[in-house]
C-alpha cells in the first residue's frame, strides 16, 4: 500500500512537472547568445520554431520585434521565415562599456489574439580592441640608492574588450636591471609591477628606457605598448600616502558641468621636491575619461561630461598620487550615479483601428499601447488614465502593454469621431507625463428610419387645377450616413372612389413634392387622403409613413339651377291669384339650388322684368314673391314675371326663369288663360279649357247640393279661399342638394306643402298632401279634378258669398 502511494505520488508529480513545462513553454522567454560585430541579415535564431508558432500566421498577427526600454532596435522578425535577424552591426563596447554581461531585451509582440514573448540577447564580445595605456610615455625617477628587489608600480593597460579579451598579461623589453612581475587584484585584473633586479649606479647610466608591452588573450591575440623612461636620482625613499585606500562618493545623474565629485588626497613623508605630490587618473574608461576630470595639484575632481543613469549606474577609476621623485601610489575610486527623473513615459501606439462600427459590441479593442519609461524606481512606475468623458476604457494586458476597448454602445449619429488623449505618468517628484492623442472614427449602419418633420400634412387645392400642379411637399429626415440616410418617397398605393391613387396624385421621389396627375372636381369629392413611404437607400432599407390630407377647394363653376317654376322652355306653370289679395301676401317662391358652395352658393333674387312693375316684389334672399300693394280691379289679369337668380361667386354665374299668375276670383274667368299660354301650347290650352267648363257645368247641380248639405251639417266653418293658396311640391327639391342659410334653398328635408289664404287681414295655414290643382300646366287646362277638392271649393266659394252679403 505504501509502494502503491509513493507511485501514485509520483505519478502527479510528474504530471503536474509536465503541465507546468508546458505552460512554461507557452509563456516562456528566449534566449540568444551570438558575437558581436555581425553584418546585418545574420541569423541569431528561429522564433517560430522556438516557440512553437505557426510561420504562415506571424504576418496576419502582425508579429514585430519591440524594444524595451530604448529606442534603439538591433534586431528584426523575418516573417516569411521566422528568423530573428541582425537590423544593425553591434559595438558590444560601444553598448555595453566595461559590463561583464551584455544582454539586450526585446519583445516579440503578436496580435489577434494579443500575446507578448520577451526575448534576451547576449551580446559576446570578439577580440577587437587592443589593449592600450593610458600614457604612452611612463617616467620613473628612480634613486640610485635603491634596494634590489624594490617595486614600482606599473599603470595598468586598458581593453575595451572582456573576460578572455582583456589583458592577460604584460612583458618587459629585456634589459639588465629590471624585472616585471605581473599580478592579479582583487577585481580579477592583472597589473604589473617593475622589480629592481640590480642595483643601479647613475654614474654608469643616468636613463633608462625600456619597452613595455601588455597582452590580451583574445584570438588573434593583440597588444598594446608603452615606453618606460627612468631617470636615475639620488635617494627618495618615502611614497606617496593616500588618506583612502577606497573612495567612494554618490553622484546624482545631470550634474551640472563643473560639480564636485570629491578630492582624494597623499601625503609624502619626503621633503623639498621628492615630497611634492600630483595626482592623475588611470585605469579609467574611454567614457569615464569624458565625463571626470581631476585637478594634478589639488586632487580636486569635477563633472566635465553629461552624466546619465540610464547609461552607466556606476563608475569605478583608479587615482595616482606622484611624487617628485616619480614614486607613486595608487586609491580606487567609486561613483554610485543615482537617479534622477529626467526621462518622460513614452507612449508607443503599438496597434491602431481607426474606424470601428457604431454596432460593436461592447469591450471592443480599438487599440494597444505600449508604455515606457527610462528611469528606475518609483520614477519608472507609470499610471495611465483616458483623458475627457469617451466610451472608452484601458485595460493591462502583459507587462506594460495596454488594450483600449470601448465601456458602452456607441451610436454615430450622435459622435461620429472621438478623439482619444491618454496621459501617462511617472511616480518620480515632480512627476513627469506625456500624452497622445488619436482620432476614431465611428462608421454608420442603418440603424435609423426616415422620419417625417410633422406627424401629418394638410393640403389645399383649387379644383379645376391644372394637371402638374404643385400640391404639397413632405420632408424626412434620416440621421443617418451617405446611403442609409438617403431618403426616397413613394406613394403608398390606395383607391379613391375606386380609382387607384396615382391617377389623382404623384410624388417626386427624391424632393418629396406632390403633384396633382389631373384637375380636381369639388362637386364630386371635397377631400382625400395620401399615405406617403419614405425609405432610406440601406440595407435592409429602412421606412415610414405619413397620411397628407388633400382638401380641394370651391370655384364658381356652377351656376344657380332653379327648381321651381321650371326654366324657361320647359312645362309652363301659372299661379292663380285672388283679386281680394293685399299688400305682402305670399303668391310663391322660387326655389334654386347651387352645386357650389360656400359664397358661391349664396343665392339671390331679382325680378327683372315685370308685366306691372309695381305690384309685385321677390325676397333678395328668400325667393319668396310678394304682394307689393294690394290687387285693384284695374291691374292686369295675367301677370308675367321674369326672375334672375345669381350666386355670389366671383365671377357671379346665374340662371332666369318666368313665373306666370293669373289675377281671378272665380274659375269661371280660367278661359282667359289661353291668351297666357306659349304660342305652342294655346291649342292644346283651349281644347282642355273647354272639357274643364263642360265637366263644370254637368255637375254644377251636384254641388250645390252638396254644398247645401254640408251647410245643414256645419252652421259655420273656417274660411279657406282655396283658389288663393299658393302651393310648392316638395317633389321639386332634388336630393344631395345642401342648404346653405340665406342662401334661398330649401333643405330636401321639406316634405309638406304650404297654403296661404288672402280672404282676410290673418294668413291661416294648412298641411295637405297634394299640391293646389289651382297651380296649371301649359299643356293643360282645368283638369277634372277630384271630387272632394271640387266640392271644398264650391264650398269656400258659397261661405265667401253669405259672408260677403252679411
Known sequence: ?????????????????????????????????????????????????????????????????????????????????????????????????????????????????????????????????????TKKRITFNIMESADKGERFPLDEAHDSDIGQNAVQGYSLERNAHFILSVKENADGGKYAELILDKELDREQTKEIDLIFTAIDGGTPQRSGTALIHINVLDVNDNTPVFSQSVYKVTLAENSPLGSEVITVSATDADEGVNGEVSYELSRISDKAAKIFSIDKTTGHITVGGNIDYEEETSYEIRVQAIDGSGLASTAKLIIDITDVNDNAPRIILKSLNSQISENSSIRSEVAIINVQDNDSGDNQKVRCSIQENVPFQMNPSIKNYFSIVTTSLLDREKTSDYNITIIATDGGSPPLSTSITFHLSVSDINDNPPVFEQLSYTAYVTENNKPGTSISAVIARDPDWRQNGTVLYSLVPSEI???????????????????????????????????????????????????????????????????????????????????????????????????????????????????????????????????????????????????????????????????????????????????????????????????????????????????????????????????????????????????????GTLRSSYNYDTYLTTGSRTSDFKFITSYNDATLTAGETLKNVKNETLSASLITLNNAGEENED
Request: hydrophobic share 40%; aromatic share 8%.
Open 1 to 133: 500500500m505504501r509502494m502503491v502511494n509513493i507511485i501514485t505520488s509520483f505519478s502527479i508529480l510528474c504530471s503536474l512537472a509536465w503541465v507546468c513545462n508546458i505552460i512554461c513553454a507557452v509563456r516562456a522567454d528566449l534566449s540568444y547568445t551570438f558575437p558581436e560585430e555581425r553584418k546585418q541579415q545574420y541569423v541569431i535564431g528561429n522564433i517560430a520554431k522556438d516557440l512553437g508558432l505557426d510561420i504562415k500566421r506571424l504576418s496576419a498577427r502582425k508579429a514585430r520585434i519591440e524594444t524595451e526600454g530604448s529606442t534603439k532596435r538591433y534586431c528584426e522578425i523575418n516573417v516569411s521565415n521566422g528568423n530573428l535577424v541582425v537590423a544593425e552591426t553591434i559595438d558590444r563596447e560601444e553598448l555595453c562599456g566595461s559590463k561583464i554581461s551584455c544582454i539586450l531585451n526585446y519583445e516579440l509582440v503578436l496580435e489577434n489574439p494579443l500575446d507578448v514573448h520577451r526575448i534576451s540577447l547576449e551580446i559576446e564580445d570578439v577580440n577587437d580592441n587592443a589593449p592600450r595605456f
Open 497 to 743: 372612389h375606386g380609382v387607384p391613387l396615382s391617377s389623382f396624385v404623384s410624388i417626386n421621389s427624391d424632393t418629396g413634392v406632390i403633384h396633382a396627375v389631373r384637375a380636381f372636381d369639388y362637386e364630386k369629392f371635397r377631400d382625400f387622403k395620401v399615405l406617403v413611404s419614405a425609405r432610406d437607400n440601406g440595407s435592409p432599407p429602412l421606412s415610414s409613413n405619413v397620411t397628407v390630407s388633400v382638401f380641394i377647394s370651391d370655384e364658381n363653376d356652377n351656376a344657380p339651377q332653379i327648381l321651381y317654376p321650371a326654366p324657361d322652355g320647359k312645362t309652363l306653370m301659372t299661379e292663380m291669384v285672388p283679386k281680394a289679395t293685399h299688400s305682402g301676401s305670399l303668391l310663391s317662391k322660387v326655389i334654386a339650388v347651387d352645386a357650389d358652395s360656400g359664397q358661391n352658393a349664396w343665392l339671390s333674387y331679382q325680378i327683372i322684368k315685370s308685366t306691372d312693375p309695381g305690384l309685385f316684389t321677390i325676397g333678395l334672399h328668400s325667393g319668396e314673391i310678394r304682394t307689393q300693394r294690394d290687387i285693384i280691379e284695374s291691374d292686369s289679369m295675367k301677370q308675367n314675371l321674369v326672375i334672375s337668380v345669381k350666386d355670389n361667386g366671383q365671377p357671379p354665374l346665374s340662371a332666369t326663369c318666368s313665373v306666370y299668375l293669373l289675377i281671378s276670383d272665380n274659375l269661371a274667368e280660367v278661359p282667359e288663360l289661353k291668351d297666357m299660354t306659349y304660342e305652342e301650347s294655346n291649342s292644346k290650352l283651349t281644347f282642355y279649357l273647354i272639357i274643364a267648363l263642360v265637366s263644370v257645368s254637368t255637375f254644377f247641380l251636384t254641388f250645390i247640393i252638396l254644398i247645401l248639405a254640408v251647410r245643414f251639417c256645419h252652421r259655420r266653418k273656417p274660411r279657406l279661399l282655396f283658389d288663393g293658396a299658393v302651393a310648392i311640391p316638395s317633389a321639386y327639391l332634388p336630393p344631395n342638394y345642401a342648404e346653405v342659410e340665406g342662401a
